[in-house]
């Protein structure tokens, strides 16, 4: 394995090549990784680097925006399995019927979601900068989309918005139930529940805090507290379990895995990075208006 990890970062440093890599994905990728963190890091990341050539090691939403964010790079997805169950919720056509029966309002596009629903929205999100999206639109009512959980999680917190949702949901995150929480509550009475706001609603309202995969792994580091029940892929557990040994962290359900955000291995990296393959490309007419979409949500985000 090491053999292969010196590999890698000689191939980086011939090639000019940075990879980024998403908190969900096997913790071993993080050995060659440059970034690793949450949608809204990976994507301020993209924007800012020098390199030649960006191997995303996460799902083909996060590898598209990051080519949007540098046409003349080369960005590459190791695995093209790697796709987002929830952004394959909602086509261009199903954004546009949604936009025709609630005209005038503008719309919120979770990065969650393809270049072309991106090129038709007005600003997009992350799960860490949502509400903060929302609130800059200072709009009475927001479309929002694909996550439903996520976007009636942003009215919650708001109250003064009416948050209009497309019914997309994130199957991995569903998978958690409330009585999940009321069952690990009573196992682990001290624990501290840590969930992500694309969980079911009924999730969220148990937990003692809601935040994207990088606001739970800060929250879990900064509290005094020792035990943690995490409500979220179990890549941000195997990351606690490793950079804190001194604390106790519980997955709520052995299952909760994005197998999308699963394929990428070692062995992937090093043949995509080798053979410059798989590269990702984004038609220029929508890259152009996608970009509009991102850059708005990053400079809100500064
Ligand atoms: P983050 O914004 O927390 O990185 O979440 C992305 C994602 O796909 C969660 O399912
Ligand atoms: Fe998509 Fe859910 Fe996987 Fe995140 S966890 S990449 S929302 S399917």
Redesign the pocket.
Known sequence: MNELVTKINKLKKEKNAVILAHC?QNVEIDEVADFVGDSLYLSQMAAKTSADIILFAG?YFMAQTAKILNPAKKVLLPRLESG????DMISLNQLREFKRENPDIPAVCYI?STAEVKSECDICCTSSNAIKIVDSLKSEKVLFLP?TYLGKWVEKQLGNVKVITYPGF????LQIRPEDISNARKQYPDALVLSHP?CHHTVTELSDYVGSTTGIMKYAAESKNKSFIIAT?KGVVDRLKRDYPEKEFILIKDNII?P??KWHNLIDIYNSLEKEEHEINVDSNIAEKALKCINRMLEVSK
């Open positions: 969900y799902v987002c169950r929830m952004a969650n996550d994130c199957p991995t995150h694309e892929e994005c999308n955000m």
